[in-house]
């Protein structure tokens, strides 16, 4: 207990309150901000119609938005780096358009088309990489031609019909399993025991080398929350018609992509390039590798979402992957605290965003809002969560000049 | 007046040229810098002190000149080799990436995998290279940077410098080039990098400044080489030389009352 000491400087409620003042104008206290944005949201939704944080209509809200979560992971590697990918909407219709017309056209097992998806959506990536490292073409105007193109090619698989409805298989199975409650408490209990594990280990390792450790209080108290926030989770979903599976496979997926990006090499390096590609460069990275990587990776969880949107909705037609999907998948992950300019930012942003990002959404259709004002107001919150960005990245760059 | 025989320095170069088309940048310059020895490169603007020390870095390749690397005839053609002789090179700009810590700067490009089960999920091994950083740290007196878990972007100029410095030394280097190391330093900030500086010395190093603050020059070189209009002008030990001297020789202008001050070598 003698090294805990050392890490927290003696601080009183005053300096705790300071240094999270600090933390929000400089824009390290993401997650608490969001937290605090959905708290309000929801609040104001709540109070408009009392069915919004009813458990059928969160449950509701949860299925409505892992695709775009799935994508906004994508959406998250891409920022990581500075740059954009605009084309990973047009690519997700594609991917499903394509897996729909294998299963149904073809008569391909299903699972093989969700396969074939993925490797379309791998494909696409690629050749983005590619053309971004090779001729030095600007991200945005790769992928916006892109976007068009793979529409296009959308309509073309689609064909006359325009329309494949998937019926019941694998594929629809995606979000429309829901485990038991007994299950759901399992994956709960499960989730809260490996994430205390796995702190204390990290904590019991730093100790043994003589390094500075956090406080255990501290430790206990984000277990707690974690855990209550899994415990509520639960609670919700059993309450209607379980735990999904299709919430488990986008926390698996963020999950993993937490790890890739704070605790391997390749991570290391995708920060590395957005932060600072010459300084990356200069100390021997393979920097067109790692973009020609993240783009893969970021049409791949793309061309993912597509699957889960497809499931969804138990067809795939001609808007599939279209309207306001791609600004939501950018969206949700800038409003949750990733960088627009690279080099900020985690993967939890994909889901906080789609919280965010969905719970308006879903709020306003709940109170039969006119499209016009749904527009407006989602723009708005977009330029809102981008100007707060921008000005704490001046804040932060203000700080330097000492 | 320098006429050691090379052997004796860690690095020496003899008539180096370079020319930009018809602008000769350096035209048959030696150079040559001992271990244990700050060597100041100094000049006026386009006297050819960049591409002298691009040329050693392996950044920019000379039309001609010898170099020798502890004795050895070397041919030094890329970055890469100067990386493998042991020349390492801290740029003015630095290279950090400001979005991540410390440790992550130090081992960037050469992060340390964990061992047993976690290296077949590629798990980088903080608690190794936050250990070793420390020991780095401490190793070359900086005192000043006490949290390594902190961004580099929000570190002093001093600070940022100290982590650059640092960093370069993580491949065991004989030969340090520091391209303007106080430049736009405060005063406390540069007395912080002087002494790092002194440090190197104490190791060991032979240490290459290039710096326009001849104050910081005489605060820490052994000896100062003069580049003028691309040829080597004059060379001083620091002691029993005026600042008025090593001026006159940059500018080459007689400075009026001093005739036999600057002692032309080229």
């Known amino acids: 207990m003698s090294a805990e000491q050392d890490s927290a400087p003696s601080t009183g409620i005053v ?3 300071r240094e999270l003042g600090r933390k929000l104008a400089q824009g390290e206290a993401g997650p608490l901000l969001v937290l605090l944005m959905v708290a309000a949201i929801w609040t104001f939704f709540q109070f408009q119609n009392d069915r919004f944080l009813s458990p059928g209509n969160l449950t509701n809200l949860m299925l409505q938005q892992s695709a775009v979560a799935t994508i906004s992971i994508g959406v998250v590697l891409i920022l990581l780096l500075g740059e954009i990918d605009l084309s990973v909407g047009a690519v997700s219709g594609l991917a499903a358009s394509v897996m729909a017309v294998l299963v149904v056209n073809r008569g391909v097992s299903p699972v093989l088309a969700v396969i074939a998806a993925l490797a379309l959506g791998a494909l696409i990536g690629l050749f983005n990489g590619f053309m971004i490292t090779r001729f030095r073409i600007p991200s945005f105007v790769v992928t916006l031609a892109g976007s068009l193109t793979w529409v296009g090619v959308q309509l073309l698989v689609l064909g006359e019909t325009g329309t494949i409805n998937l019926g019941d298989n694998f594929i629809t199975q995606l979000t429309s399993t829901f485990f038991p409650p007994m299950i759901g408490w399992a994956v709960a209990v499960l989730a809260i025991v490996l994430t ?4 204390f280990l990290a904590r019991t390792g730093r100790q043994r080398s003589g390094l500075p450790v956090e406080p255990m209080r501290s430790l206990f108290v984000r277990t707690g929350i974690i855990g209550a926030a899994f415990i509520a989770l639960v609670l919700v979903v059993n309450q209607d018609r379980g735990l999904p599976l299709v919430v488990c496979i986008v926390f698996a997926l963020v999950l993993a992509f937490a790890y890739i990006t704070e605790h391997t090499r390749f991570g290391r390096h995708v920060f590395a390039v957005g932060g600072n590609a010459e300084a990356a460069r200069r100390a021997g990275i393979k920097i067109d590798h790692v973009r020609i990587m993240v783009f893969t990776l970021g049409s791949t969880l793309a061309a993912a979402g597509g699957v889960l949107a497809a499931s969804r909705l138990m067809a795939v037609n001609q808007s599939s992957g279209s309207s306001d999907l791609l600004l939501m998948a950018i969206a949700g992950p800038v409003i949750a605290g990733t960088s627009l300019f690279g080099g900020r930012g985690t993967a939890w942003s994909a889901i906080l965003g789609a919280v965010v990002i969905g719970s308006i959404a879903n709020g306003m259709n709940l109170l039969a809002f006119a499209s016009s004002v749904k527009f407006i ?17 001046m804040r932060r760059r203000g700080t330097q000049d000492t | 007046m320098s006429a050691t025989g090379s052997e004796s320095y860690l690095l020496s170069l003899k008539g180096v040229s370079k020319a930009f088309g018809a602008n000769q940048a350096l035209s048959g310059v030696d150079f040559e810098v001992g271990a244990g020895e700050v060597v100041a490169l100094v000049g006026d603007n ?50 950090l990436c400001d979005n991540l810590d410390v440790v992550a700067n130090l081992y960037l490009g050469r992060e340390v995998f964990s061992n047993g089960a976690a290296r077949g999920a590629f798990l980088i091994d903080e608690t190794t290279m936050e250990q ?22 929000s570190l002093s100029g001093g600070q940022r410098q100290a982590v650059a410095i640092a960093r370069s030394l993580l491949g065991e280097p004989s030969v340090v080039l520091l391209d303007e190391p106080t430049a736009a330093l405060g ?33 820490v070189a052994d000896r100062i080489i003069v580049l003028r209009l691309g040829k080597r002008s004059a060379t001083f030990d620091v002691r029993g030389v005026s600042r008025e001297d090593v001026v006159a020789a940059i500018t080459g202008a007689e400075f009026g009352v001093r005739p036999a001050a600057a002692k032309e070598d080229a």
């Open chain 1, 15 to 17: 300096g705790m309150i």
């Open chain 2, 132 to 153: 070793s950083s420390l020991k780095l740290l401490q190793a070359l007196a900086v005192t000043t940077i006490h949290d390594v878990r902190v961004h580099v972007g």
């Open chain 1, 196 to 199: 205390a594990a796995f702190a």
């Open chain 2, 46 to 95: 386009g006297a050819g002190k960049s591409t002298l020390v691009k040329a050693i870095a392996g950044v920019q390749l000379c039309d001609e000149g010898e170099f020798h690397f502890k004795g050895k005839p070397v041919r030094i053609s890329s970055p890469q080799d100067a990386t493998a002789l042991g020349i390492a090179t801290v740029y003015q700009d630095l290279a």
């Open chain 1, 377 to 393: 107001v989602t723009g708005a919150v977009l330029i809102a969560a981008v100007t707060i960005e921008s000005v704490t990245r």
């Open chain 2, 187 to 219: 005063v406390s900030q540069t007395e912080q990098v002087l002494s790092l500086i002194g440090t190197l010395r104490d190791r060991g190093l032979g240490v290459v400044v290039i710096s326009h603050n001849l104050e910081n020059v005489f605060a």
